[in-house]
């Protein structure tokens, strides 16, 4: 019976001391799955953010002359002679006669992403060359607003020649 007892004792001395080791490196374990599971999630989302960034890259490269087409929608600076040759080259190609042209730039307000280009077109002409250079200006790639447009009748001209003063105030933008 003594041998009973201490084989008894000796083997639940042995459980505790196996459980005792054995259950930390068990949760040591199940820590570092977790952590190997989380890892390769996360490597697996880097990858995933790697390969859109490549398609984005390609779908960039492939479409920059759409992009450099925007950029004239909207570009990065005033480029007051690039406003100033598309007006007069427009009014050439109009046959309307350019007297007087003015472009000021404000600075942006109210943290504006973008710079306002005020500009002041004095132009004689019929009315049917008026509206064809009014038509190429809407053509055109950059935007301009136009925000007001005065025709008076030109004096000097004779009567049957149907010429007006025509003065067009209009906004272009950049990017601030």
Same mark, same amino acid.
């Given at each position: 019976?003594?041998? +009973?007892?201490?084989?008894?004792?000796?083997? &639940?001395? /042995?459980?505790?001391?196996?459980?005792?080791?054995?259950?930390?490196?068990?949760?040591?374990?199940?820590?570092?799955?977790?952590?190997? *599971? +989380?890892?390769? /999630?996360?490597?697996?989302?880097?990858?995933?953010?790697?390969?859109?960034?490549?398609?984005?890259?390609?779908? #960039?490269?492939?479409?920059? *002359?759409?992009? *450099?087409?925007?950029?004239?929608?909207?570009?990065?600076?005033?480029?007051?002679?690039?406003?100033?040759?598309?007006?007069?080259?427009?009014?050439?190609?109009?046959? %309307?006669?350019?007297?007087?042209?003015?472009?000021?730039?404000?600075?942006?307000?109210? $943290? /504006?992403? #973008?710079?306002?280009?005020?500009?002041? %077109?004095?132009?004689? &002409? $019929?009315?049917?060359?008026?509206?064809?250079?009014?038509?190429?200006?809407?053509?055109?790639?950059?935007? #301009? +607003?136009?925000?007001?447009?005065?025709?008076?009748? $030109?004096?000097?001209?004779?009567? *049957?020649?149907?010429?007006?003063?025509?003065?067009?105030?209009?906004?272009?933008?950049?990017?601030?």
């Amino acid at each position: 019976m003594n041998k +009973d007892i201490i084989a008894s004792i000796i083997f &639940g001395a /042995s459980c505790f001391i196996f459980f005792w080791l054995a259950v930390p490196v068990y949760d040591n374990i199940l820590d570092i799955k977790s952590a190997t *599971a +989380d890892m390769q /999630s996360l490597l697996s989302e880097r990858t995933t953010l790697r390969q859109n960034v490549s398609n984005l890259m390609q779908q #960039y490269e492939s479409r920059s *002359a759409e992009i *450099a087409k925007l950029m004239m929608f909207l570009p990065n600076q005033s480029r007051l002679d690039q406003i100033i040759e598309t007006l007069q080259s427009t009014a050439g190609s109009t046959g %309307i006669q350019m007297k007087d042209m003015s472009l000021a730039s404000q600075p942006s307000t109210n $943290n /504006s992403p #973008y710079v306002v280009t005020n500009i002041k %077109i004095e132009v004689s &002409g $019929n009315y049917d060359l008026m509206v064809n250079y009014m038509k190429q200006l809407e053509q055109s790639l950059r935007i #301009y +607003d136009v925000t007001e447009i005065s025709i008076a009748r $030109n004096q000097q001209a004779p009567l *049957a020649a149907n010429l007006f003063n025509i003065e067009i105030k209009a906004n272009t933008y950049s990017l601030n």
